[in-house]
């Protein structure tokens, strides 16, 4: 799956089928530093929809409000 780029961050999502003819989907968040690419693996929980696209929009949804956050207050880290 292709990088998302937002806000100087890149939103990584990763789907898979589930076993029950659904979608799980979540992203990783990254962002290029001084100090070379910081990773926020498993930024987002897994969301799990009928199709592909629609478990990687609630995930992105998700990525997007975690970057928000982290630019609103940048002493906030994600755990």
Known sequence: MDK???????????ALPTTDR???????????????????EGATMQFVRDTEDEAI?????EAIRQIDNIIANPLVRLA
Request: net charge negative; aromatic share 12%; with cysteine.
């Open 22 to 40: 659904k979608w799980t989907a979540s992203c990783d968040i990254e962002r290029a530093g001084a100090n070379g690419v910081e990773v926020f």
């Open 57 to 61: 929009a609630a995930a992105c949804d």
């Open 4 to 14: 998302i780029h937002y806000k100087g961050w890149e939103i990584v999502p990763t």
